[in-house]
């Protein structure tokens, strides 16, 4: 990626949530600082505790509502 676009990616995207015990070591060895998962939750992360960043919870938005819309509703 970096040589395409110049960016170096820190965080991985889960897209459909499933993963490995060895998905997580994998992602920080190839230079992953995060990993965003499937499960729908607000993310509570003391400084220091990075281990937290690789369980990561994400609210998805579909196509054709606003985000003040999307944030209503949760």
């Given at each position: 990626m970096k040589d395409k676009t110049g960016f170096v990616p820190t965080t991985l995207t889960l897209?459909?949530?499933a993963y490995?015990?060895?998905t997580i070591d994998l992602?920080?060895?190839l230079g992953f600082k995060a990993i965003l998962q499937c499960e729908e939750k607000v993310n509570i992360i003391k400084q220091?505790?990075?281990e937290k960043l690789?369980?990561?919870g994400r609210f998805n938005r579909p196509s054709g509502i606003s985000t003040e819309?999307?944030?209503d509703k949760i």
């Open positions: 897209p459909f949530g490995k015990k060895e992602a920080k060895n220091g505790d990075t690789y369980h990561l819309n999307f944030f």
